[in-house]
């Protein structure tokens, strides 16, 4: 059975950094893309960013939104995927998800966590 | 970036009967749209992919259309549990965005 279970939010004051952890099980981790998607409190879908796989060379893709603050990776040997952010704004507020990309070129999320709630606040 | 408008916003329905979701891309997607269910405090879910596949486990009366911008996710009979808020995703490039969603509340 394939899970996800993200874990490291709470509570962090506006500027601070916070570094979010995704563990995968159920299926071969290293062959997959694995995603960030947020969701702020009583609002949609935004999709904060990617990396690819080993044969892809582990490259990354960020949302606009977060570019130059946020950071993913993963290390395939602890089947664990990562979201370091560092200067937090009030907006990043929501609950990250961590989900799998169905394949390495259909981006769609077939496997998602149970999400960790980031609040940003002073 | 590709942006994906969801109508209604809202979806006011019986249980039983028919409810109609529309997606519409600002420029073609191809058949790259996925679309999920999401319910209070749970993940979303997938539930159709490539516009028209259902996803394992995903009962029939969920149906997708529709290819280029324009895609529909129909319910044919709904149930108790399908009453939730529905994103569309278009995956046609690296970028994926989501609609805004759509609430389909019980009438």
């Known amino acids: 059975e394939v899970q996800l279970v993200e874990s490291g939010g709470g509570l962090v004051q506006p500027g601070g950094s916070l570094r979010l952890s995704c563990a995968a099980s159920g299926f071969t981790f290293s062959d997959h893309y694995m995603d960030w998607v947020r969701q702020a409190p009583g609002k949609g879908l935004e999709w904060v960013g990617r990396t690819r796989n080993k044969a892809n060379s582990y490259t990354t893709e960020y949302a606009a939104s977060v570019k130059g603050r946020f950071t993913i990776s993963r290390d395939d040997s602890k089947n664990s995927l990562y979201l370091q952010m560092n200067s937090l704004k009030t907006e990043d507020t929501a609950v990250y998800y961590c989900?799998?990309?169905?394949?390495?070129?259909?981006?769609?999320?077939?496997?998602w966590g149970q999400g960790t709630l980031v609040t940003v606040s002073s | 970036e590709i942006v994906m408008t969801q109508s209604p916003a809202t979806l006011s329905v019986s249980p039983g009967e028919r409810a109609t979701l529309s997606c519409r891309a600002s420029q073609s997607v191809s058949s790259n749209l996925a679309w999920y269910q999401q319910k209070p405090g749970q993940a979303p879910r997938l539930l159709i992919y490539g516009a028209s596949t259902r996803a394992t486990g995903i009962p029939a009366r969920f149906s997708g259309s529709g290819s280029g911008t324009e895609f529909t996710l129909t319910i044919s009979s709904l149930q108790s549990e399908d009453f939730a808020v529905y994103y569309c995703?278009?995956?046609?490039?690296?970028?994926?965005?989501f609609g805004q969603g759509t609430k389909v509340e019980i009438k």
């Open positions: 989900a799998r990309a169905s394949s390495s070129w259909e981006y769609y999320f077939d496997y």
């Open positions: 995703q278009q995956y046609n490039n690296w970028l994926g965005t």
